[in-house]
């Protein structure tokens, strides 16, 4: 089983990139809107959403061993989460609830990101497989 390292940096930035872009976009929308209420529902919906585009991207672009690199992106992802998770929640929540507090709730978020990441991988696989065939099926 060789695996081709540039086609899950690929997928991973496809998808990070997409889950980073989005919350800028509703905020965006949500300023000219003027619906501040909705705010951290809006941006949750949309990181999720963006997660399964990107999946869905990912998916189309990787045609030969799809499940295979979806479930390694994923878990280059979810990798990405817990850095996310520790180095930016972390050091904001320290001086309120204290270091280790704070370290306990980014790994506690991880934890509880690995299905939706996986979730997200399986529903974006799937639209993926509706859109665009695998190669070696075809045969």
Known sequence: MQIKWKIIFRNSVIVIGTFLVSPVIVTLVIMLANAYSLVNLAIRGSQLGSKVLGFFISGCLTTRERWKYLFLTALSVWC?????????????????????????FAIINALFELPITFATMLIGGSFSVLFKRDNSSLS
């Open 80 to 104: 990405f989460d817990i850095a996310r998770f520790c180095f930016v929640t972390s050091p904001i929540l320290s001086p309120t609830i204290g270091r280790e507090n704070a370290f306990k």
